[in-house]
């Protein structure tokens, strides 16, 4: 769907980088995360968003307004690609006639009524890709990968599978968004990071969700995968008096996933149990879990 992705270089860090991704619609994860970010002293030169403002929650035109005058970096995912071209589905990737794909013609359908001219000039303009460099690294932002933005990577993925996508980019840090778990995974000198969704519990039984905060250190740079409370009650009143799939809305309540379609086999084990802040260093050569 993507053709060449346009990126843009957004030049050096020396402070700590705060990443998030998959607002979904979800007002008061998002206004939840903007506070967090006041309370860390991270301006919005310092937040990036990895795509994705809208999806499953009542709130596309608040949140794609919110994140559109906040004026941090940000992507497109391939639901602000779809919403820019008035399509009439979200392109998540999905297989067709899965209980994800039936889910998304109502929450894309609210999401597109939502969207205003403006907002999808807006959306139309947003770079595919983003670099950057932090400490001495060079980091690549992509959606869902480097060659698809609606590919899902996950933690259990293969090396080989993560060498291949590394090649594509040029670039010794991927941070992708898209497939809705945080993690840091190292790959020989490379890592792949994910923030984790903000509008989305984790599957992991908590009505918590995730952002996360890149430092340099003397040590390395630390990826600290970190959860956010919010008002989820309040969110998901507004889904359902929207009309939006009781599936999702109770899953912020529940944090767990209508279906787990999109997972691989290690991933849906995992799902139910709480997962824990975690921080990782990536030093020059080896990358320790604290
Ligand atoms: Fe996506």
Request: hydrophobic share 40%; net charge negative.
């Amino acid at each position: 769907m993507m053709n060449t992705p346009k990126s843009t270089d957004i030049g050096a860090f020396t402070a700590p980088v705060l990443v998030f991704g998959g607002v979904y619609g979800n007002l008061e994860a998002f206004e939840a995360l903007t506070a967090q970010a006041d309370t860390l002293g991270i301006p919005a030169e310092r937040m990036i968003h990895t795509g994705d403002v809208s999806a499953y929650c009542a709130d596309t035109f608040e949140c794609a307004s919110k994140l559109k005058d906040l004026g941090c970096h940000a992507i497109r995912g391939n639901v602000e690609e779809q919403l820019a071209e008035e399509a009439d589905n979200c392109a998540c990737g999905f297989d067709e006639g899965s209980e994800c794909d039936l889910l998304a013609m109502r929450w894309y359908a609210l999401a597109n009524a939502q969207t205003t001219p403006e907002l999808r000039r807006w959306m139309a303009a947003m770079p595919d890709h983003l670099t950057f460099t932090l400490g001495s690294r060079r980091f690549r932002v992509v959606h869902g990968s480097p060659r698809l933005v609606n590919e899902f990577v996950f933690a259990s993925q293969p090396d080989d599978e993560f060498h291949a996508l590394f090649d594509l980019a040029n670039a010794e840090c991927i941070i992708a968004g898209h497939s809705g778990l945080p993690f840091t995974r190292r790959i020989g000198d490379r890592v792949w990071h994910n923030s984790g969704a903000l509008g989305l519990p984790a599957n992991d039984a908590t009505p918590r969700v995730w952002y996360s905060l890149l430092s340099p250190t003397d040590e390395g740079i630390e990826f600290s995968c970190r959860p956010l409370s919010y008002d989820h009650t309040a969110a998901a009143a507004k889904m359902r008096a929207a009309g939006l799939p009781h599936g999702y809305s109770e899953g912020l309540a529940s944090g767990l996933w209508p279906n787990t379609d999109i997972l691989p086999q290690p991933e849906t084990d995992a799902g139910g149990s709480a997962l824990q802040p975690k921080s990782v260093v990536w030093r020059q050569f080896s990358l320790a879990a604290e």
